[in-house]
């Protein structure tokens, strides 16, 4: 049971590029998160799922997509790479609505330049 | 509208010493709140949570945290700190569709021999 993964674990983009940030769980969760954090703001949320085919805006989705084909997977877009793009990147994922435990990733970290 | 304000970007205490991580909270609804870790170069780590059933709540590694309505206050502490509980600790409540949670700005925990 390895939880949630994440892939790539560092990245460097030029301004422009794009890039797919990939995640997965195992764990048969329906709800599933991407958050950014930068240094001294905590975690934003980008977008996040209730299930397979359901997807809806956090607080910070402007430059990014996603979508949500199987329970497993939710991989997170970055269009048109953007230095204010350089932070941190988690995905979570939670069995149920948030009142319960959610599970984070590892992480990536993303630079733009 | 929901949301957190942690008091003190940066806490540092002695080992040994009482651990007090404060956090505030401002909720329309009856809220859930959660206390996350953050190690170096890890994801979060739910420490323990309310959800409404008891006002004091007990968490992993021998912190606590009690929510107070009156103070709207949900503040987190350890009788006594040790070394490994340096991190980055956040506090955090769902938002008001019950969809997701909204973060702290985090408080850094230095523990010094």
């Known amino acids: 049971n390895a939880g949630v993964t994440q892939t790539p674990k560092f990245r460097i983009l030029k301004i422009g590029q794009s890039m797919t940030l990939q995640c997965t769980q195992d764990m048969n969760h329906n709800y599933m998160y991407w958050y950014r954090q930068d240094p001294g703001m905590g975690l934003k949320l980008i977008y996040y799922?209730?299930?397979?085919?359901?997807?809806d805006k956090g607080e910070v989705p402007n430059g990014y997509n996603v979508s949500r084909s199987t329970t497993e997977d939710f991989p997170l877009r970055l269009e048109l790479a953007a230095p204010s793009q350089t932070s941190v990147y988690f995905c979570?994922?939670?069995?149920?609505?948030?009142?319960?435990?959610?599970?984070f990733g590892p992480g990536t970290r993303l630079t733009v330049t | 509208a929901q949301s957190v304000t942690q008091l003190g970007s940066h806490v540092s205490v002695s080992e040994g010493a009482l651990v007090l991580l404060r956090c505030n909270y401002s909720s329309s609804v009856p809220p859930y709140l959660f206390w996350y870790v953050q190690y170096p170069n890890q994801g979060l780590q739910l420490l323990l949570k309310y959800t409404s059933a008891a006002t004091l709540v007990k968490g992993i590694n021998g912190f606590e945290a009690e929510f107070k309505k009156s103070e709207t206050s949900f503040h987190l502490t350890k009788p006594s700190a040790h070394m490994s509980d340096a991190a980055e600790y956040f506090c955090a409540v769902t938002n008001q569709a019950g969809t997701a949670l909204i973060f702290g700005k985090g408080t850094t925990l230095s523990v010094s021999s």
């Open positions: 979570a994922s939670s069995g149920h609505a948030p009142t319960y435990e959610q599970y």
């Open positions: 799922s209730v299930g397979a085919g359901i997807t």
